[in-house]
Nanobody, 112 residues
Framework: QVQLVESGGGLVQPGGSLRLSCAASGFTFNTYAMSWYRQAPGKERELVAAITSAGGSTNYGDSVKGRFTISRDKSKNTMYLQMNSLKPEDTAVYYC?????WGQGTQVTVSS
């Protein structure tokens, strides 16, 4: 069965960096476009970044453009989200998605 497992979340100070990983299994990795979403308390889930199945094209939510970078490594069946210049408003649970499949989420907290 398809599994998506996120890791790399944690507590970081404003201006800091984190790299999230999404390890995928149960499907041929380059079959699906993949994406990162996030959901903050009391807010709707929002798209953070997306990448095509072969990794040739990406797009980002306006609030993270220029700070976050999405990538994927076929050899490791893993998608990444490099997050730089983190702000308190980036605090949320971050989820990876492939087609109709979702991971369980990883908490990112940006606070001094």
């Amino acid at each position: 069965q398809v599994q998506l497992v996120e890791s790399g979340g944690g507590l970081v100070q404003p201006g800091g960096s984190l790299r999230l990983s999404c390890a995928a299994s149960g499907f041929t990795f380059n079959t699906y476009a993949m994406s990162w979403y996030r959901q903050a308390p009391g807010k709707e889930r929002e798209l953070v970044a997306a990448i095509t199945s072969a990794g040739g094209s990406t797009n980002y939510g306006d609030s993270v453009k220029g700070r976050f970078t999405i990538s994927r490594d076929k050899s490791k069946n893993t998608m990444y989200l490099q997050m730089n210049s983190l702000k308190p408003e980036d605090t949320a649970v971050y989820y990876c998605r492939a087609a109709m499949y979702w991971g369980q989420g990883t908490q990112v907290t940006v606070s001094s």
